[in-house]
Nanobody, 123 residues
Framework: QVLLVASGGGLVQAGDSLRLSCAAS????????MAWFRRNPRKEREFVATISGNGDTYYADSVKGRFTISRDNAKNTVYLQMNSLKPEDTALYFC?????????????????WGQGTQVTVSS
């Protein structure tokens, strides 16, 4: 059974930083893309960032320059460093694992999904 467990969310003020982690088990993702998505208060799912099996990164325009995705293949874990947080970043953040090396923002290519961690940014 493949599990993706996200952690690190919380309640912060605008301008603060958070680091999210997503630990995978049941499958090794070192050669495959992993990504972060979020579901905002309007229940819309949005792509946030992805890292390919080669380590290439790709970001949504709304987070580019503020968020950084990284991975530790030895720990089978992907991270999302979030800086300069804004109230509009408030969402449930969850990670996803692909069966492809590079899946960009195409959520249909991500087969494995975690349950998420809540991030709330107050103004």
């Amino acid at each position: 059974q493949v599990l993706l467990v996200a952690s690190g969310g919380g309640l912060v003020q605008a301008g603060d930083s958070l680091r999210l982690s997503c630990a995978a088990s049941g499958r090794t993702f070192s050669s495959y893309a992993m990504a972060w998505f979020r579901r905002n208060p309007r229940k819309e799912r949005e792509f946030v960032a992805t890292i390919s099996g080669n380590g290439d990164t790709y970001y949504a325009d709304s987070v580019k320059g503020r968020f950084t995705i990284s991975r530790d293949n030895a720990k089978n874990t992907v991270y999302l460093q979030m800086n300069s947080l804004k109230p509009e970043d408030t969402a449930l953040y969850f990670c996803a694992g692909s069966e492809y090396s590079d899946s960009r923002q195409y959520d249909s290519q991500y087969r494995y999904w975690g349950q998420g961690t809540q991030v709330t940014v107050s103004s």
